[in-house]
């Protein structure tokens, strides 16, 4: 038992490091050096670890550096949206063996199984592989996905993909194992892996952009709800800011919240304030970030966030999508002072980290969590969470082993 947990430490450092030396390893994990050397030769023997070239050269010593097995399974991971789908297949180590993004029909009554599986199988061949060979796929999508039913809602927008599991129909007609999550979920788990969550319990994240939502993460868990509906902010009723001059400041119904900070309301508000939404940025440069557009829409994103941080009390909050990158850190701190009159925590905002596409990049976290998981007996739980069960294997098709045999009774 105790070398199985050595074992499985050492291979998380090496997922998570990438190559190392023996003396590296040892360092990391905290072995003595000849615990460490009979480590290497164990999991090289079993094919979990691999050379991975040398460190140095040229009159110093030469070292040799050891990688874990990235070719023991593949992954694939897809941002779909409305406009495109983005792919991306890599190995079980985390190295892109290939890219490839195409648009998808997204209309009622389109094929969307038939085209999605074209796409996926013309990337899973630029990486080498058949399609069939992949361990799992993880899709993000702009909507809520139901674990019960397999079903996405809120997403009017892509409507070729309702009405039916999901899940469920991907994975028998394609031969592959497939997951749905929802975008900002997947935003958040690559903030928890890269970003500034990496060190934080409890954080809600709000996408601000042509469309709104949410994530909630306590304990390092995505908070996803009974039906898939966590962190739908998008329809939670605020304060309307028509009514709150008047002094009706908690009208029965309120305003719900992304009708008032989507990218449409946000046009709407720079046209009050007498320029057009691409200029607005530019305006508020100008004006020192003291532009009453910004504070308008300071105070409507704000009062959003207080009724998050009202009941989930978290660590921080972080902001993303296109206007939290346009607004900066600047934009994140207006927001901050303003919630810090609204509720009685001092919680810090700012802006989300990750950089190029975090949907997919935290779906291919997620695709990777689950087959360490299944090839080294390596769990993240932060990555994993809590989602339906996993669609079994699809007929002929074995699931990925976990090569580590069990330790014998006398080890």
Known sequence: MLREIN?????????????LTRAELELAIGLSKPATAQLLTRLEQDNLVVKAGVRGGGRGPRAQLWSANGGLARVAAVDLTPHVADFVVADVAGTILAEHQVALPVHEG??????????????AEAAGITREELAHVVIGAQGAFDPRTGLLSSAPHIPGWLGFDVPQKLSDELGVDVLIENDVNLVAVEEMSAGKAQDVDDFVMVWLSEGVGGAVVIGRRL????????????WMRVPDPATVDTGDVWPEAGARFGNLVDSPAICRLAAAHGITAATAWDAVTQAGMQHPFLDDLARRVAGGIANLVAVA???????CGDTSRAGGENFAALVQDRLHTLVLPRTPVGCASVQGNAVRA?????????TREDVFGVV???????????????PGKAAVPNTRPAPSPTE
């Not at 074992?7 to 190559?19: F, H, K, M, S």
């Not at 779906?363 to 990777?368: F, G, I, N, Y």
């Open 7 to 19: 074992d499985r430490a050492a291979i998380e450092v090496l997922l998570r490091e990438g190559p």
């Open 110 to 123: 389109a094929d969307v199984v038939g085209t999605f599986g074209e796409a996926l199988s013309h990337v």
């Open 223 to 234: 908070l996803r709800g009974a039906t898939g509906g966590g962190g739908e902010i998008d």
């Open 313 to 319: 009390d978290p660590q921080l909050v972080l902001l």
């Open 362 to 370: 935290g779906a291919l976290q997620s695709a990777l969590a689950k």
């Open 380 to 394: 993240t739980p932060t990555l994993l969470g809590s989602r339906r069960p996993a669609v079994g294997p699809s």
